[in-house]
């Protein structure tokens, strides 16, 4: 049974910093891409952030210049350093694990998601 489990969301106030953590109980973390999403009330999930196995990182231009994705495969965590937050990047944040086969769909693994709210 693969397991994500998200922390460190919480409320913040605008031009802050929070860090999301989100340790895999999957072997072969480092094969696996990793990435954040996040949904606002109302919004489709959308991408915050990716990170390969090689260490290619992606963005959204929304976050660009201002979140962080890294991964410690020696702890099988991901995270998302986030500064200078704005209250539009409030949402429950998910971790995912996407694994790529060879034949057949892909491995894909969500976490249950972390609230961050900005707000003043």
């Known amino acids: 049974q693969v397991q994500l489990v998200e922390s460190g969301g919480g409320l913040v106030q605008p031009g802050g910093s929070l860090r999301l953590s989100c340790p895999a109980s999957?072997?072969?973390?480092?094969?696996?891409?990793m990435g954040w999403y996040r949904q606002a009330p109302g919004k489709q999930r959308e991408l915050v952030a990716s990170?390969?196995?090689?260490?290619?990182?992606n963005y959204a231009d929304s976050v660009k210049g201002r979140f962080t994705i890294s991964r410690a495969n020696a702890k099988n965590t991901v995270y998302l350093q986030m500064n200078s937050l704005k209250p539009e990047d409030t949402a429950v944040y998910y971790c995912n694990a996407r694994r790529t086969r060879v034949a057949g769909p892909d491995y894909v693994y969500w976490g249950q998601g972390t609230q961050v709210t900005v707000s003043s």
């Open positions: 990170i390969t196995s090689g260490g290619i990182t």
């Open positions: 999957v072997s072969s973390f480092s094969i696996y891409t």
